[in-house]
C-alpha cells in the first residue's frame, strides 16, 4: 500500500487537531497575553503616579490578578468541556459498535456527523462491518452447503447399496444355485462390507438430520427403568461373548414424556462401547437416578479407560482413541458424536469420567419435559473448536493457572455452553472467588465469543 506523503498543513490544522489548537490558543495564548498587557500599563501608570496612587493602584492590579485567572479558569472548563464533549461523545459510539461487532452483530452501524477524522473512522467501521457481515453470511451459506451435501450423498450412496445387499443376500442364501466354499466365504466378505458400509452412510445421515434440525423425535409416555432392562437384554447376547456381566442398578423412575427409541440408541451405542473396551470376565454397572428437573443415566465399565486428552476429544466427530495403525475396533468414530447430537438436541448434557486402565463411566442426562421445539446442532461443520480456544483463554486471563483446570474439567463434562458458563460464573461470585466487577467481565467475555450464536 503507497504511503502518503506528510502534510504539515493538514496536520497541524486537521479538524480534530484544530480544535485542540483553538483550546491552545484561547488559554494558553490569548487569555495571558491580555493580562499581560493590562498588567504592562498598570505598570506604567504606577511609575508616574504618587504613593496613594500606588497603593490604588496594587488593589487595583490585585483585583485584576484574581479577575484574569478567574476569566481563564472559566475559559478553559468550559471550551474544554465543549471541545472534549464533540472528541469523546462520538468515540463512544464507536467503543459501542466495535463491541457490537466483537458480539457477531455485523448489522451494526455508526451515524457520526462530525466532519472530522472520527466522522472518517466512523465510516470505516461501518465498512468493517458490512465486510464482515458478508463474511459470515457466505459461511453460513457454505456451512448449509455443506450440510446439504452430506445428507444428499448419503442418500444417492443408499439407494445402490439396498438391491447390492439384496443380491449378495440371494448368493448367499443359494438362490441361484448352490456355491463353492471359496465364493461362499467371498459373498461373506461382500455381505459383511456392505452392511459396514450401509452402518456408515446411517451415521451420516444422522449427522445431517441432526445439523439440520430433522431429528425426529416421537415422544410418548415411556417408564425409561423398562426401556433400560431391554436394552441389557438386548446387549447380553454381545456382552456374553466375552463373558462379560452386566449390572442394572436402578430405581423406581417417573414416567416422562419421551421417545425410547433414541434413548435406547444412545444406551446401546454406549453399551455397545463399554463392551468393546472392556475385559473378559469384567462388570459394566448401568444406573439411573432422578436428579433436579432431569433423569441421570451412567454406564460403568472395567475397560481400559482413557486419557485426559481422549475424555476431551471422544465426542468429536471421526475420533478415534486407539491409535489409527493399531485399531483392533472398526467404526466411523460417529457413533459417540451422533449420541451427543440426541442427547442435546433435548438440551440434556453427555459427558465421561475415565482413569487410564480403569474404566470409564458415560453419563447422560434426559429432561423431565421434553423439547419439541428441535434446534440445528453443529456437530460436524462447526466453529467449536475456535469458540472453546477462546473460552479457555478467557478462562486463563481471568483465573490464572486454576482457569486451564477449571476448563478442562467443564470440557469434559460438556459443560461449555454459554449457559453452562453462566451459571459457573455466577456460582465462582457466590463462593467470593470473583468480585463483582470480575464476575462482569468474565460474564461480558462469554456473552461476546458466543454473541455470533444469537441469529443462527
Not at 442394572?248 to 414424556?257: A, E, G, K, Q, S
Request: hydrophobic share 40%; proline share 3%.
Amino acid at each position: 500500500m503507497k504511503k502518503e506523503p506528510f502534510d504539515l498543513q493538514k496536520f497541524l490544522f486537521g479538524s480534530i487537531n484544530r480544535k485542540l489548537t483553538v483550546l491552545f490558543f484561547l488559554v494558553a495564548v490569548i487569555a495571558p497575553t491580555i493580562g499581560v498587557s493590562y498588567f504592562y500599563s498598570i505598570s506604567l501608570s504606577m511609575m508616574a503616579k504618587d504613593s496613594e496612587a500606588f497603593q490604588q493602584q496594587g488593589a487595583l492590579l490585585q483585583t485584576t490578578a484574581a479577575f484574569i485567572i478567574i476569566v481563564i479558569a472559566v475559559d478553559a472548563g468550559i471550551v474544554g468541556f465543549f471541545i472534549s464533549r464533540s472528541i469523546s461523545k462520538p468515540l463512544k459510539k464507536l467503543h459501542k459498535a466495535t463491541q457490537e461487532i466483537e458480539k457477531g452483530n455485523f448489522s451494526v452501524r455508526t451515524e457520526i456527523v462530525t466532519n472530522d477524522e472520527i466522522e472518517q473512522l466512523g465510516h470505516a467501521i461501518n465498512k468493517t462491518a458490512a465486510a464482515l457481515g458478508r463474511i459470515d453470511e457466505e459461511r453460513q451459506q457454505i456451512d448449509k452447503a455443506k450440510s446439504e451435501f452430506l445428507s444428499i450423498t448419503s442418500h444417492e450412496l443408499r439407494t445402490p447399496l439396498t438391491p447390492m445387499k439384496a443380491q449378495l443376500q440371494m448368493l448367499e442364501q443359494g438362490f441361484f444355485g448352490p456355491l463353492l466354499d471359496k465364493q461362499k466365504e467371498s459373498v461373506t466378505i461382500l455381505m459383511r462390507n456392505a452392511e459396514r458400509l450401509d452402518k456408515i452412510i446411517e451415521d451420516f445421515l444422522e449427522v445431517s438430520r441432526i445439523e439440520a434440525a430433522r431429528l425426529r423425535f416421537v415422544f410418548r409416555k415411556t417408564d425409561l427403568k423398562q426401556t433400560i432392562k431391554e436394552n441389557i437384554d438386548f446387549m447380553t447376547g454381545f456382552a456374553k461373548e466375552k463373558n462379560i456381566t452386566l449390572v442394572m442398578n436402578v430405581d423406581t423412575l417417573p414416567i416422562i414424556d419421551v421417545d425410547p427409541d433414541r434413548i435406547s440408541q444412545v444406551f446401546r451405542n454406549l453399551m455397545h462401547n463399554a463392551i468393546k473396551f472392556s475385559p473378559e470376565n469384567s462388570t459394566i454397572k448401568v444406573e439411573a437416578i432422578p436428579q433436579n428437573d432431569q433423569l441421570l443415566f451412567s454406564i460403568k465399565d472395567q475397560g481400559v479407560g482413557m486419557t485426559h486428552e481422549d475424555q476431551i476429544r471422544v465426542f468429536e466427530p471421526f475420533y478415534q482413541i486407539e491409535d489409527h495403525l493399531n485399531r483392533k475396533h472398526g467404526g466411523t468414530g460417529l457413533g459417540l458424536t451422533i449420541c451427543r447430537g440426541i442427547i442435546e438436541a433435548q438440551k440434556g448434557k453427555i459427558w465421561v469420567e475415565s482413569i487410564l486402565d480403569k474404566g470409564s463411566t458415560f453419563f447422560f442426562t434426559v429432561p423431565l419435559i421434553p423439547v419439541k421445539d428441535i434446534q440445528p446442532i453443529k456437530v460436524l461443520f462447526s466453529a467449536k473448536q475456535d469458540i472453546d480456544k477462546k473460552v479457555k483463554e478467557k478462562f486463563t486471563a481471568v483465573l490464572g493457572p486454576m482457569g486451564l483446570v477449571e476448563f478442562n474439567d467443564l470440557k469434559n463434562k460438556h459443560a461449555l455452553g454459554k449457559e453452562d458458563l453462566i451459571t459457573y460464573v455466577k456460582s465462582l461470585r457466590e463462593l467470593s472467588i470473583l468480585d463483582t466487577e470480575q464476575e462482569t467481565e468474565f460474564l461480558e467475555g462469554i456473552s461476546g465469543i458466543f454473541g455470533a450464536e444469537k441469529k443462527r
